[in-house]
């Protein structure tokens, strides 16, 4: 298990950057299959990135291009770098991990960032 605490979101207007961070507890991050998700008010919790524990990436068709997911084992931490950022990305931001298959979901979450972003 691992303690999740994300920071770095805030208020930006359209078009704007901001990068979210996941910084992780724990010895084992390095293992751990990484992910981003997002929930907007009224809406479903949605997948928005992912980084294996071997740096493969994968991402949303709502994000490819804008969002870039990284993480820096050293620090026991993931990143989000969102640029070119629009007023439907605004939503919660939540971190999550998972030392086993994605596919059996992420067991791991932390507590959320709000990104709000103004038109």
């Known amino acids: 298990q691992v303690q999740l605490v994300e920071s770095g979101g805030g208020l930006v207007q359209a078009g704007g950057s901001l990068r979210l961070s996941c910084a992780a507890s724990?010895?084992?991050?390095?293992?751990?299959?990484m992910g981003w998700f997002r929930q907007a008010p009224g809406k479903e919790r949605e997948f928005v990135a992912a980084i294996s524990w071997i740096n493969g990436v994968t991402y949303a068709d709502s994000v490819k291009g804008r969002f870039t997911i990284s993480r820096d084992n050293a620090k026991n931490t993931m990143y989000l770098q969102m640029n070119s950022l629009k007023p439907e990305d605004t939503a919660v931001y939540y971190c999550a991990g998972t030392s086993g298959s994605t596919k059996r979901g992420y067991d791991n979450w932390g507590q959320g960032t709000q990104v709000t972003v103004s038109s």
């Open positions: 724990g010895r084992t991050f390095s293992t751990y299959n």
